[in-house]
């Protein structure tokens, strides 16, 4: 069975850095796209970073030049290094990978890990 677990969520003072893993296990074949969601409370979940199996990568405009997506091919681990963190990037952020499996190719969420910026 194939699990995502996310880690490194925490409270933080504006300004601060924070870095979110998230981990895939189980009988993967490979990982193709992956990416980082947030949503806040009463908003919808929207995409704040993304990175492709080639290394190609997109962001928010909100968190541009603040925030880096990256990945472990080995470790089958994406990475959000998130600096200059502000009140309004609160949020419970989700990570999210395409997986091929056995020819196939499915979606996979993480669990969510609650980030929280105080000013």
């Known amino acids: 069975q194939v699990q995502l677990v996310e880690s490194g969520g925490g409270l933080v003072q504006a300004g601060g850095s924070l870095r979110l893993s998230c981990t895939a296990s189980?009988?993967?074949?490979?990982?193709?796209?992956m990416a980082w969601y947030r949503q806040a409370p009463g908003k919808q979940r929207d995409l704040v970073a993304r990175?492709?199996?080639?290394?190609?990568?997109n962001y928010a405009d909100s968190v541009k030049d603040r925030f880096t997506i990256s990945r472990d091919n080995a470790k089958n681990t994406g990475y959000l290094q998130m600096n200059s963190l502000k009140p309004e990037d609160t949020a419970v952020y989700y990570c999210?990978?395409?997986?091929?499996?056995?020819?196939?190719?499915?979606?996979?969420w993480g669990q969510g890990t609650q980030v929280t910026v105080s000013s």
């Open positions: 189980g009988s993967i074949f490979s990982i193709n796209d």
């Open positions: 999210h990978m395409i997986l091929t499996i056995s020819t196939y190719d499915y979606s996979y």
């Open positions: 990175i492709t199996s080639g290394g190609s990568t």
